[in-house]
């Protein structure tokens, strides 16, 4: 499907879900007619709607309410747009106090703002559109509400909680079936759920929102910071490392005190107000100025594996993928105009060796100047022509994401597509001229003259704990055998076996591989289920005929069985396989 096509059906999606979330709203007052309504937009997937009402939600109302809506869809209603006066929208929308709050800060921003309601059947909301001409072309069979949860109203945890119900509507009801075995598929996948039972992290209480990595967690962790130093190496990184605490002057001159200020975290040292870093530039900025540096040094590319703190409401966190402290693999390239396109096409480059690595494949997102932006048009339009221009001459496929740009620069976001077809958002280049002239960067030109150089931030991994989490559900737990923290499973059937599996560790051991022996007093099939839920790639299995012949009998992850295996040729298999970081696992070991 091109991108035209794409965007079409995008569109009418959209479409489609906007409806639908009024037909929700318009079912949940007709149960609960004392509700109150907040907003409903249209969502990744699907929609939600945000209600007031006078209990929780139980499973059965979502039942009776999704009813309501199959047998609204069925009627002649169509939907018809008004524009109305601020008088009327007051008379309107009397009763319902989140309408009325939205209303009155849309006239505060604009005293003329045209306000517009949708209407169909007898119920209305105040809205910009668009919407499908009749709610018959919402298919009832297509149509299914998923979950409700807390939502505080306008994300500040200091207003009202509000009941967000999340639905989902496709075009047809095979759309639909598809979309829920992903949905259930997922649920299997959940990194949280797999995170436990594999013993690779955990969340506590005195720490909420900020994760602690297990011995195992934490070997994967390290692997990947690894893998990802091994090639910064290659490509001339400087790898620093600096304080996650620094004075509130350094905030004030990035400007994210002005822009980030309610995301991050204080302190106070010496009677001085410091932050806790929610990002690692202005850190590697002060360390690049602790000398004057030649254009012969340039490009300078120095890496970052750095902490950062970001306040995230309680309500959003999930898992590894919204907590409060991370680890960026944070990289800037300090560079001349003339080396930035090179530069950029060599970050290219490399995300797409990192992900291919993982077996990922990525689309491309260009984000433009955001509404509160940092510096002028001129050098907006620049940052961000020179973005096009190496995406066309890389031969890479791209759409605008307007607006959304980092309030320093425009950026190319890398939006990941796992195994089960799910997008997400992991590496970003960002290309910033601002900075660099904000903290007084400088190197000495041919011309021995200063100069500015261009700043460009990278992140591929984005954040090393969410990429671990999206690594956990894209491979279902069954990591490829490199970056298994166990890579092998021992099982002895009986006590008597011990020695020989003990003697099978150690070997296993001198040859580089991570193994477990599993000597507890269980039967053979309790164990095997332990190290299937523990997702180990290989399983020895070791018995008598092992012990008699010297040799090993394996059990792979799918359940294949192989006999009478040399444990030489088993291990010199499990090597090639590591050296050369295969995502499949070999399962013939032939």
């Not at 091994?230 to 990035?254: A, C, G, H």
């Not at 960026?328 to 992900?355: G, N, P, R, W």
């Not at 510096?375 to 995406?391: C, F, H, N, Q, R």
């Not at 090393?464 to 490829?480: D, M, N, Q, T």
Request: charged share 30%; with cysteine; hydrophobic share 35%.
């Amino acid at each position: 499907m091109d991108n035209q096509k794409k965007d079409a059906r995008k569109l009418a999606l959209e479409k489609l879900r906007h409806s639908t979330s009024h037909v929700m709203a318009q079912a949940v007052l007709e149960i609960f007619p004392d509700g109150k309504v907040a907003i409903g937009p249209a969502i990744e997937n699907g929609f939600y709607y945000d209600f007031e009402l006078p209990r929780s939600l139980t499973p059965e109302d979502l039942a009776q309410i999704e009813a309501r809506m199959q047998a609204i869809v069925k009627n002649d209603f169509p939907f018809i747009y008004e524009e109305i006066s601020s008088a009327q929208a007051k008379k309107l929308f009397q009763g319902q106090p989140y309408k009325i709050e939205l209303i009155q800060d849309l006239l505060a921003k604009d005293p003329k703002a045209v306000l517009s309601i949708y209407k169909h059947s007898d119920f209305f909301d105040l809205c910009r559109g668009p919407h499908l001409e009749n709610v018959r072309q919402i298919q009832a069979p297509a149509i299914k509400l998923l979950h409700v949860s807390g939502a505080y109203w306008r994300g500040d945890e200091k207003r009202p909680m509000l009941q967000r119900i999340y639905g989902t509507v496709w075009s047809s009801k095979k759309e639909l079936k598809t979309y829920l075995h992903q949905v259930e598929e997922a649920k299997k996948r959940d990194h949280r759920k797999l995170g436990k039972e594999m013993d690779l992290f955990s969340f506590q209480e005195e720490a909420p929102g900020m994760p602690f990595f297990h011995h195992k967690g934490t070997f994967i962790w390290n692997s990947l910071v690894s893998y990802v130093t091994d090639i910064m190496v290659r490509k001339n990184y400087e790898i620093n490392k600096t304080p996650f605490i620094l004075n509130k002057s350094l905030w004030l001159q990035s400007g994210h005190w002005d822009h980030y200020k309610n995301n991050m975290y204080f302190t106070k040292i010496d009677e001085q107000d410091f932050a806790v870093k929610p990002m690692n530039c202005p850190g590697n900025i002060l360390v690049y100025k602790t000398k004057q540096h030649s254009y012969r040094e340039l490009p300078i590319r120095a890496g970052e594996f750095g902490l950062v703190h970001r306040h995230e409401l309680s309500g959003v966190l999930s898992g590894l993928f919204r907590v409060r402290c991370f680890t960026q693999d944070d990289a800037h390239v300090f560079c001349t105009k003339e080396q930035m396109k090179a530069e950029i096409k060599d970050l290219i480059d490399f995300m797409d060796e990192v992900y291919s690595r993982f077996g990922f494949q990525y689309k491309l997102e260009l984000s433009t100047r955001p509404e509160k932006a940092m510096g002028s048009k001129k050098i907006w339009d620049l940052a961000e022509d020179t973005l096009k221009e190496v995406l066309i001459e890389s031969k890479k496929k791209y759409k605008i994401n307007e607006g959304d740009g980092a309030f320093y620069g425009p950026k190319i976001d890398f939006h990941l597509t796992d195994a089960i077809g799910r997008d997400w958002q992991c590496g970003t280049i960002q290309l910033d001229f601002q900075m660099p002239e904000k903290f007084d960067m400088t190197y000495i030109g041919e011309d021995n003259q200063k100069h500015c150089p261009v700043m460009i931030h990278r992140a591929i991994l984005g954040s090393v704990e969410r990429f671990l989490g999206v690594l956990v559900e894209h491979f279902a737990g069954h990591f490829p055998l490199w970056i298994a923290p166990v890579q092998i499973k021992i099982i002895p059937i009986r006590e008597d076996h011990y020695a020989y599996a003990n003697k099978v560790q150690e070997i296993l051991k001198a040859a580089g591989l991570r193994s477990e022996l599993d000597v507890r007093d269980e039967r053979m099939q309790a164990k095997i289920r332990v190290a299937q839920l523990e997702k180990a790639p290989y399983m020895i299995i070791i018995g008598d005929k092992e012990v008699a012949e010297s040799k090993i009998s394996i059990r792979t992850k799918s359940g294949k069985n192989i006999n009478d295996l040399g444990l030489e040729n088993f291990i010199e298999k499990c090597q090639k396989q590591v050296q050369e970081k295969s995502i499949e696992l070999d399962e013939t070991l032939a």
